[in-house]
């Protein structure tokens, strides 16, 4: 089963109102570069879908390749949802991996900063286990969207694994 990616024909929910910069497709631009210390560093390319059927959510997939050989790499899908009358901003996330997470953060104009809350993973999921991440996602001036991605495993602290830019699509 897929998280729903269709455009709606139906009227956005009021209470998504402030994401809606980010409903479409957006495709990188160029690609992403990523790195971690126990891994050697990669190119990737990415695309991401930001859609809605006009619940007080926002449904979102991320699927990544790698740049060269287009083999895919990474998969996310889910939902955004916004605290009513805050700007607190909650993604809940399904990854290819395994791992499953809550991260909270805030949305300060066409910027949002999140941080894990909470993480659940398969019991055989591969080691070492992410413990934390931390993500910034970001409408420049230029009106492409930025995403940088940090990660912290069982014995790694916090470190930028991942950044890329995107330019929309749809």
């Not at 631009?29 to 990669?42: K, T, V, Y």
């Not at 104009?109 to 991440?133: C, W």
């Not at 991605?149 to 916090?158: I, K, T």
Request: hydrophobic share 40%; charged share 20%.
């Amino acid at each position: 089963m897929a998280c729903p990616v269709h455009q709606s024909a139906v009227e956005l929910n009021p209470a998504v109102l402030p994401l809606d910069w980010l409903l479409g497709t957006w495709e990188s631009d160029e690609p992403g570069e990523g790195s971690f210390p126990s891994i050697s560093p990669f190119r990737y390319i990415e695309t991401l879908h930001f859609s809605h059927v006009g619940q007080p959510v926002i449904n979102f997939m991320f699927n990544a390749f790698h740049a060269e050989s287009r083999k895919p790499l990474h998969r996310e899908c889910g939902f955004i949802r916004i605290q009513p009358g805050t700007n607190n901003v909650a993604f809940i996330i399904a990854q290819n991996s395994g791992l499953v997470e809550i991260e909270e953060g805030e949305l300060i104009g066409q910027q949002l900063a999140l941080h894990s809350r909470a993480m659940a993973r398969t019991s055989f999921a591969k080691e070492p286990y992410v413990q934390q991440i931390s993500r910034l996602i970001q409408l420049r001036p230029d009106g492409r969207l930025e995403q940088t991605v940090s990660m912290a495993l069982e014995n790694q602290p916090l470190t930028q694994h991942l950044h890329i830019t995107y330019r929309r699509a749809s």
